[in-house]
């Protein structure tokens, strides 16, 4: 591997940095992106049964806050619970526009990642043909620097690729991911937001 980064020349160390970067977003996206971390899927029902034999409490109100973030949405819900239909759900869009902040939280760079690592790997692709033709003079041309002119292109272009396609990939992964949990989050506040109202069976 070291064999690789010295033939490829110091252009080589901005994609590290950029592909080290990338995988820890991925990583970090992985863990926090769970439905059962985001939303989990029995959080309504124990939600509403609490409502009915306590009502809202403080102590309710915090425990949901703190338990994901679609707590937060049913926690702003019950808060504004003698509101009217529309004050409620207007109250829940903007927490709703906060959760969707940590959601996305780290995506704009992975994408910036995927974007910029090519252009990256361009570069170090014309450092390497700066030295091709440096190596090059009127008497001839030094095989040892025309080699590691030739290594720093193609290793820099390689591996600009090797980091942009994973990059994109789990960008466009998580960007759905994102998708789909603000829809069923969107849902199950409206359910919520029914029940509390005496439009919905629970």
């Given at each position: 591997?070291?064999?690789?980064?010295?033939?490829?020349?110091?252009?080589?160390?901005?994609?590290?940095?950029?592909?080290?970067?990338?995988?820890?977003?991925?990583?970090?996206?992985?863990?926090?992106?769970?439905?059962?971390?985001?939303?989990?899927?029995?959080?309504?029902?124990?939600?509403?049964?609490?409502?009915?034999?306590?009502?809202?409490?403080?102590?309710?109100?915090?425990?949901?806050?703190?338990?994901?973030?679609?707590?937060?949405?049913?926690?702003?819900?019950?808060?504004?619970?003698?509101?009217?239909?529309?004050?409620?759900?207007?109250?829940?869009?903007?927490?709703?526009?906060?959760?969707?902040?940590?959601?996305?939280?780290?995506?704009?760079?992975?994408?910036?990642?995927?974007?910029?690592?090519?252009?990256?790997?361009?570069?170090?692709?014309?450092i390497g043909?700066?030295?091709?033709?440096?190596?090059?003079?009127?008497?001839?041309?030094?095989?040892?620097?025309?080699?590691?002119g030739i290594?720093?292109?193609?290793?820099?272009?390689?591996?600009?690729?090797?980091?942009?396609?994973?990059?994109?990939?789990?960008?466009?992964?998580?960007?759905?991911?994102?998708?789909n949990l603000?829809?069923?989050?969107?849902?199950?506040?409206?359910?919520?937001?029914?029940?509390?109202?005496?439009?919905?069976?629970?």
């Open positions: 591997m070291l064999s690789i980064i010295e033939a490829a020349g110091w252009p080589i160390w901005t994609l590290i940095v950029a592909s080290i970067i990338s995988l820890a977003i991925i990583v970090e996206r992985f863990r926090f992106l769970r439905a059962e971390v985001v939303a989990p899927k029995d959080l309504l029902a124990k939600t509403i049964n609490q409502y009915k034999q306590t009502g809202v409490t403080s102590e309710m109100l915090g425990a949901l806050r703190d338990n994901s973030l679609l707590g937060k949405l049913f926690a702003t819900a019950l808060y504004n619970v003698k509101s009217s239909r529309d004050a409620m759900k207007e109250s829940i869009e903007e927490t709703g526009r906060l959760v969707m902040v940590d959601l996305e939280k780290f995506l704009t760079s992975l994408g910036t990642i995927a974007s910029v690592s090519p252009l990256l790997g361009l570069f170090g692709t014309v043909m700066i030295e091709i033709f440096g190596s090059t003079n009127a008497v001839g041309s030094n095989p040892a620097a025309l080699a590691h290594s720093v292109a193609l290793y820099n272009t390689a591996f600009g690729l090797i980091v942009a396609v994973p990059s994109m990939i789990f960008y466009r992964y998580f960007r759905t991911k994102v998708d603000l829809v069923s989050m969107e849902q199950e506040s409206i359910k919520l937001v029914e029940v509390l109202h005496g439009d919905r069976r629970a």
